[in-house]
């Protein structure tokens, strides 16, 4: 059984750096194939992609946000964490993560998101 | 910035058959973009329901099916449901990174 979860603040100041982790089970970052990203969504608005790391360490990234993202993983406590530096207000979003593998090329399994509001 | 592009809204009839599609402001979208399909509920988060075009996973129920239709890729729901009331969202691949579409609201009434 697959299960993610999200965790960090709920709560960030603008410029500050965003650190969210994503602790899963049920499947491993070091089988072939597999990756984890995330995605956010705003209050009332679309979902939005921002990253993937899979199991041989190769990182993709939004390219509207990846001067401002670092997804790392740690395979022996099955976590991976996204940084986002210099938050702003339209940073204010659920957070999602989710399980992938490259013969979906999408999410499959999703964790229940995290509200991150930025505010002052 | 590349844009994907969805009908914000459409209403279907209980038992009904509805399509929803999925267009690329890169062109034309084929198999190689992958297309994903995904359904939200308020309060919820996204349940995939497609994968590859036309994939479904194994809890997906068999009246969704996804095609492609023309140059864009498409959600067709057949013999709707009220349950089925809910935000649709596509997701295409572009070579590495990944795009959601803005979502269909899709109302049963």
């Known amino acids: 059984q697959i299960t993610l979860k999200e965790s960090g603040p709920t709560l960030v100041k603008p410029t500050q750096t965003l650190t969210l982790t994503c602790t899963f089970s049920?499947?491993?970052?070091?089988?072939?194939?597999?990756?984890v990203g995330w995605i956010r969504q705003p209050p009332g608005k679309a979902l939005e992609w921002l990253a993937l790391?899979?199991?041989?360490?190769?990182?993709r990234y939004s390219p509207s946000l990846k001067s401002r993202l670092t997804i790392t993983k740690d395979t022996s406590k099955n976590q991976v964490v996204l940084t986002m530096t210099n938050m702003d207000s339209v940073d204010t979003a659920t957070y999602y993560c989710?399980?992938?593998?490259?013969?979906?090329?999408?999410?499959?399994?999703w964790g229940q998101g995290t509200l991150v509001t930025v505010s002052s | 910035q590349t844009v994907v592009t969805q009908e914000p809204s459409l209403t279907v009839s209980p038992g009904g058959t509805v399509t929803l599609t999925c267009a690329s402001s890169?062109?034309?979208?084929?198999?190689?973009?992958?297309p994903n399909w995904f359904q939200q509920k308020p309060g919820q988060a996204p349940r995939a329901l497609i994968y590859?075009?036309?994939n479904k996973h194994s809890w997906t129920p068999a009246r969704f099916s996804g095609s492609l239709l023309g140059d864009k890729a498409a959600l067709t729901l057949s013999g709707v449901q009220p349950e089925d009331e809910a935000e649709y969202y596509c997701?295409?691949?572009?070579?590495?990174?990944?795009?959601f579409g803005g979502g269909t609201k899709l109302t049963v009434l």
């Open positions: 997701l295409l691949y572009y070579g590495g990174a990944q795009v």
């Open positions: 049920g499947f491993s970052l070091s089988t072939s194939g597999v990756g």
């Open positions: 989710a399980h992938a593998n490259t013969a979906i090329v999408g999410p499959d399994y």
């Open positions: 790391i899979y199991w041989d360490d190769d990182k």
């Open positions: 890169t062109g034309a979208v084929t198999s190689g973009y992958y």
């Open positions: 590859s075009t036309s």
